[in-house]
């Protein structure tokens, strides 16, 4: 792997108490190509623009898919990564699903390592912090025929993290438009996703609500998950969670949290979840939490939702399952407490 440095590193211009989630990079990126049936040219080099043909597949036909990860730094300035290899196995499912070639574990684990050692000055310590990890590839063949390329790039990317979500978030339970079919690529990380869920996020976030909760694409009757995260709800002392399909993302957070909730003996159903029942666990005065887990939000509490023109608001806690969930992971991530899943990864 060719390696070239930066001059000057970059990281004295950035202000880390005040990071806007996804705009400033660290130094260095990764990047390699698959031509002639092969993965080559893999190199790091300091962050910059790529060139690429307006031909370019990926343009037309979206084939684009992406991981996200997070690096943490300990007490002692070790670095950790959390879960890496499942994120290896989801970017082969997702790649596969979309008829792109498959990287190597060898190369994903490599090119992370090396590329987070050049860069673990922008790894800061500290509870929230975290640089967050953008593994992902996409067809460059210049050609706008309508077949899946030959030609591609595996790319890695990072940027400096605090917290995804500021303030309260409210969610709405959509009954119209739908983020995924059966059958389709709804549990790839494909980039084509999230471009269309982009427009009814937008309506929802000018009706106050931050995310949208995505039901089934048939009749709207059962919970999904949300735009950038999987979804958990408390009824009683009981955690509801939607099981995952080829219409939802198997959430490496979410799989953490139910081991977490099995380990400490902590009431979890893996099921079909109605939105009848949660609206009526709600009037009931039975719903006690929604919360919902992703690699970028963590655990995100979330305050109320919306559903047919109706508010409802959810009571506040004190012995809340998304705090304690979020500690536990926490403490694992910034290596706090003993790892008993072997999740952490030192880098």
Same mark, same amino acid.
């Given at each position: 792997m060719k390696i070239k440095k930066v001059i000057k590193s970059n990281i004295s211009n950035v202000d880390f108490k005040n990071l806007n989630f996804g705009s400033v990079f660290s130094d260095h990126m990764f990047s390699c190509s698959y031509k002639n049936g092969e993965w080559t040219n893999a190199e790091i080099k300091p962050y910059q623009p790529i060139r690429i043909s307006p031909s370019a597949r990926v343009f037309h036909y979206g084939q684009a898919c992406f991981e996200g990860m997070k690096a943490f730094k300990d007490k002692k300035n070790k670095i950790w990564l959390f879960r890496p290899k499942d994120n290896y196995k989801r970017i082969v499912k997702?790649?596969?699903?979309?008829?792109?070639?498959?990287?190597?574990?060898k190369l994903f684990i490599d090119a992370l390592k090396i590329l987070i050692n050049l860069d673990k000055d922008w790894v800061k310590p500290g509870l929230g912090n975290s640089l967050y990890i953008r593994p992902f590839i996409f067809a460059d063949e210049p050609s706008i025929n309508a077949t899946e390329a030959d030609e591609y790039k595996f790319m890695i990317i990072c940027a400096p993290a605090k917290s995804y979500y500021s303030g309260d978030v409210k969610v709405k339970f959509e009954n119209s438009f739908s983020r995924a079919a059966k059958g389709g690529v709804g549990y790839a990380k494909a980039a084509g996703n999230y471009a269309a869920q982009f427009y009814p996020t937008k309506l929802?976030?000018?009706?106050?609500?931050?995310?949208?909760i995505w039901t089934d694409s048939n009749n709207h009757e059962y919970i999904e998950e949300a735009g950038t995260m999987n979804l958990f709800f408390r009824i009683g002392n009981k955690l509801l969670t939607a099981p995952t399909?080829?219409?939802?993302? =198997?959430? #490496?957070?979410?799989? &953490?949290?139910?081991?977490i909730a099995n380990k400490?003996?902590?009431d979890v159903e893996v099921r079909p979840i109605k939105v =009848?029942? #949660?609206?009526?666990? &709600?009037?009931?005065?039975?719903?006690?939490?929604i919360f919902g887990s992703g690699t970028a939000v963590v655990v995100l509490p979330i305050v109320g939702f919306g559903y047919k023109n109706k508010i409802y608001d959810l009571p506040k806690t004190d012995d809340s399952f998304a705090s304690y969930f979020k500690k536990k992971l926490n403490d694992i991530q910034y290596n706090i407490s003993n790892d008993c899943y072997g999740w952490r990864f030192e880098v």
């Amino acid at each position: 792997m060719k390696i070239k440095k930066v001059i000057k590193s970059n990281i004295s211009n950035v202000d880390f108490k005040n990071l806007n989630f996804g705009s400033v990079f660290s130094d260095h990126m990764f990047s390699c190509s698959y031509k002639n049936g092969e993965w080559t040219n893999a190199e790091i080099k300091p962050y910059q623009p790529i060139r690429i043909s307006p031909s370019a597949r990926v343009f037309h036909y979206g084939q684009a898919c992406f991981e996200g990860m997070k690096a943490f730094k300990d007490k002692k300035n070790k670095i950790w990564l959390f879960r890496p290899k499942d994120n290896y196995k989801r970017i082969v499912k997702s790649s596969e699903r979309l008829a792109m070639p498959c990287i190597s574990e060898k190369l994903f684990i490599d090119a992370l390592k090396i590329l987070i050692n050049l860069d673990k000055d922008w790894v800061k310590p500290g509870l929230g912090n975290s640089l967050y990890i953008r593994p992902f590839i996409f067809a460059d063949e210049p050609s706008i025929n309508a077949t899946e390329a030959d030609e591609y790039k595996f790319m890695i990317i990072c940027a400096p993290a605090k917290s995804y979500y500021s303030g309260d978030v409210k969610v709405k339970f959509e009954n119209s438009f739908s983020r995924a079919a059966k059958g389709g690529v709804g549990y790839a990380k494909a980039a084509g996703n999230y471009a269309a869920q982009f427009y009814p996020t937008k309506l929802s976030r000018e009706q106050g609500f931050q995310q949208i909760i995505w039901t089934d694409s048939n009749n709207h009757e059962y919970i999904e998950e949300a735009g950038t995260m999987n979804l958990f709800f408390r009824i009683g002392n009981k955690l509801l969670t939607a099981p995952t399909s080829d219409s939802i993302l =198997d959430g #490496i957070t979410r799989k &953490s949290l139910i081991e977490i909730a099995n380990k400490e003996e902590i009431d979890v159903e893996v099921r079909p979840i109605k939105v =009848d029942e #949660i609206i009526n666990a &709600s009037k009931k005065g039975e719903l006690k939490e929604i919360f919902g887990s992703g690699t970028a939000v963590v655990v995100l509490p979330i305050v109320g939702f919306g559903y047919k023109n109706k508010i409802y608001d959810l009571p506040k806690t004190d012995d809340s399952f998304a705090s304690y969930f979020k500690k536990k992971l926490n403490d694992i991530q910034y290596n706090i407490s003993n790892d008993c899943y072997g999740w952490r990864f030192e880098v």
